[in-house]
């Protein structure tokens, strides 16, 4: 008989109490930082029909939906008939769902509307490192606005994150899909092969630049190709559209004089979904091959719900390659365990020690108390476990004397403690 097995399906994982301890305090901390810029938390359902995730710009990641199955009679039906047996699928990023939640509820909403949402999102892809099969995402967006200000919000909103988070500074890399399109018309490249061209291009930060070359001239022969090199993969002087050119140099500028970012203008810089329409940009960490996060300007998205289209921009932070940043710095992965652990000294102590954690806490003071009966030696190594700041002793001699005993497990100070002053 086979056994079940006990470890998650490749792609999808379980976290140990201290990693859970440091996901949680970096989606508190993106969180403050988000509704400091005045950006309201939504949630979205992470079970979408069909019909709202096919078809929407989201370009190769519509090939990863994980499908759900049609249920009962209904799917007996569909095979009977040979059609798609699914009718329902996860959600594979959070702005398709925001569009989707927008286009019903922009009757209430305030206009602009500026939203954030933290989640898990899927995708039926190759797991690697800090790339997986169920992964989160840390979105902020502004709806309802054309105006180049909304990059210059989106991205200081995310660059304040990583501050918030000590994360070293990424480097800030903006396009525009009008430029992009204007060059790619320029070097001769036929509509039909536009898709295929930006699929190659964006490979450019993984994939050798020769081979990229190689495979251009393949696919569009080589006096496109020549052209596509000069002028998006070495960028040389951009002399195409001059709108979309001065509106990246005002956000840059903006950004510089406002956040005291840096940006850079990249031509070879293209984001996989379709649904983009303007600016594009991303942050490129460093200490990570791929980027830390990334967005851009969505102005068609809503009218792919029936209504008329909307301006909109957006970004999102790479929750996953945030942590394996945060998860390198050792204090930080030690974080996250009690202030206090309350051990029990005895039975006849134990409603005592119990008022106790329940006063700390309602002080704010996170407490653990020991859950049965064990020595104390036991009971200071199960605080050692959890990674505890402190452990109290409330024997019977501090009971009497209305003191406790307290331990600093870092340094191994030990001293007593009116219970009024530790209060």
Sequence with gaps: MNSIPTAPPSGFRDFLPESCALRTRAVEKVSAVY????????????????????????????????????????????????EDPADLGLRFDLTLPLARYYSKNKGTLPNPFKAFQIGPVWRAERAQKGRYREFYQCDADIIGSDSPACEVEVISALMAAFEVMGVEAPQVVLNDRVILFALLDAAGVPQDKRGGTCVLLD???KVERAQIVTELTELLGPGPAQALEKSIIDGDKISVAPEALARLEWIRETLKTTAGIEARVSPSLIRGFDY?????????????????????????????FGGAPVPACGASIGFERLMLLLEEDPAAAKAGGPDFCMTVFSEELRAQSLKLAARLRQAGKTVDVYPGKAKLGTQFKYADAKRAARVLVLGPDEAAAGVVNVKELATGKEEKVALETLL
Excluded: C
């Design 35 to 82: 509704r400091s810029f005045g950006f309201a938390q939504i949630a979205t359902s992470a079970v979408e029909d069909l019909a709202v995730l096919l078809g929407k710009g989201g370009g190769e990641n519509e090939k990863l939906i994980f499908k759900i199955l049609k249920r009962g009679d209904k799917l007996e039906a569909a095979l009977a008939a040979k």
């Design 203 to 205: 490979k450019l930060d």
């Design 276 to 304: 983009y329409t303007g600016p594009v940009f991303e942050f490129r960490s460093p200490k990570l091959s791929g980027s830390l996060g990334g967005g851009g300007r969505y102005d068609k998205l809503t009218e792919k």
